[in-house]
C-alpha cells in the first residue's frame, strides 16, 4: 500500500498534528510482517536503491481509519547494541 507517513511523535513526546504535517512525509510501500513474537510495520522505499526513511514500528496497533488515511501506534528503537533507546511512535499514512 503506497502511503506518506507523518511520524507523529519525536522521542516519544507527541507532536501537534499541524506541526507533524508540515514535515516533509516519507513515502513507500506499507508492509507488515511477523518477527519471532513482535509483529513489526515497515515503511519500505518507493525506489529500490533508496534507503529506508523510518525505523520499523513494533507491534503497531490500528488507531484509526478513514478513507484517506490510518494511523499506527507501536514502539521503535533508536540507536544500536546495548545504546538503542526504545519510544512510543505513531505514524500517520495517507494514501494518494
Request: glycine share 6%; hydrophobic share 40%.
Given at each position: 500500500?503506497?502511503?506518506?507517513?507523518?511520524?507523529?511523535?519525536?522521542?516519544?513526546?507527541?507532536?501537534?498534528?499541524?506541526?507533524?504535517?508540515?514535515?516533509?512525509?516519507?513515502?513507500?510501500?506499507?508492509?507488515?510482517?511477523?518477527?519471532?513474537?513482535?509483529?513489526?510495520?515497515?515503511?519500505?522505499?518507493?525506489?529500490?536503491?533508496?534507503?529506508?526513511?523510518?525505523?520499523?514500528?513494533?507491534?503497531?496497533?490500528?488507531?484509526?481509519?478513514?478513507?484517506q488515511a490510518i494511523r499506527?501506534?507501536?514502539?521503535?528503537?533508536?540507536?544500536?547494541?546495548?545504546?538503542?533507546?526504545?519510544?512510543?511512535?505513531?505514524?500517520?499514512?495517507?494514501?494518494?
Amino acid at each position: 500500500m503506497l502511503v506518506s507517513v507523518y511520524p507523529l511523535r519525536v522521542r516519544g513526546r507527541r507532536l501537534k498534528i499541524e506541526a507533524a504535517r508540515q514535515r516533509v512525509p516519507a513515502k513507500g510501500d506499507l508492509r507488515t510482517y511477523q518477527d519471532r513474537c513482535h509483529l513489526v510495520a515497515v515503511l519500505e522505499p518507493a525506489m529500490p536503491k533508496d534507503e529506508r526513511a523510518l525505523p520499523p514500528l513494533y507491534d503497531p496497533k490500528l488507531v484509526l481509519i478513514s478513507p484517506q488515511a490510518i494511523r499506527l501506534m507501536g514502539f521503535e528503537r533508536v540507536g544500536e547494541g546495548e545504546d538503542a533507546t526504545t519510544y512510543m511512535q505513531e505514524w500517520l499514512c495517507e494514501t494518494g
